[in-house]
């Protein structure tokens, strides 16, 4: 099951569950692209 805070996300913003999930996916990605880069 998906974490409620994800579904009430994608509820909030009235996006289809799996466009919601890539779109955090993305975010994600970004954060640790940003994490990585003031590490180094």
């Given amino acids: ?5 994800v579904v009430a996300t994608a509820r909030r913003l009235e996006m289809p569950l ?15 692209v940003k994490d990585r880069c003031q590490l180094h």
Avoid: N
């Fill in 1 to 5: 099951p998906l974490p409620v805070k």
């Fill in 18 to 32: 799996p466009e919601a999930r890539t779109a955090i996916e993305e975010k994600k990605k970004k954060l640790a």
